[in-house]
């Protein structure tokens, strides 16, 4: 069974940082390519970040130069440290598993997925 688990969520001010952690067994995280998503309150899903197994990584626009997405092979721990952080960002984050390497922004791509994390940033 994959489990992924989140952490690292809270409620930070503007201009402020985070980071979020997503613990995985070995074997999801070694043959895995790992993705964070965020959903907003009454909004759809999407792409903030992923990281393949390589260590390549991809953003979305919005959080470029802002986010960074990480992977502790140690520690079997993809993480998403955010600084800057703005009233906008303010939303579930959850982590997201893709075995086929994949490290995209297709949400349907990712077969596994954690519980989320909450993320506030007050106007």
């Known amino acids: 069974q994959v489990q992924l688990v989140e952490s690292g969520g809270g409620l930070v001010q503007a201009g402020g940082s985070l980071r979020l952690s997503c613990a995985a067994s070995?074997?999801?995280?070694?043959?895995?390519?790992m993705g964070w998503f965020r959903q907003a309150q009454g909004k759809e899903r999407e792409f903030v970040a992923a990281?393949?197994?390589?260590?390549?990584?991809n953003y979305a626009n919005s959080v470029k130069g802002r986010f960074t997405i990480s992977r502790d092979s140690a520690k079997n721990t993809v993480y998403l440290q955010m600084n800057d952080l703005k009233p906008e960002d303010t939303a579930v984050y959850y982590c997201?598993?893709?075995?086929?390497?994949?490290?995209?922004?297709?949400?349907?791509?990712?077969?596994?997925w954690g519980q989320g994390t909450q993320v506030t940033v007050p106007s």
């Open positions: 997201a598993a893709n075995f086929g390497g994949y490290n995209g922004p297709d949400i349907y791509s990712y077969e596994h």
């Open positions: 070995e074997r999801t995280f070694t043959y895995s390519a």
């Open positions: 990281i393949s197994r390589s260590g390549a990584t």
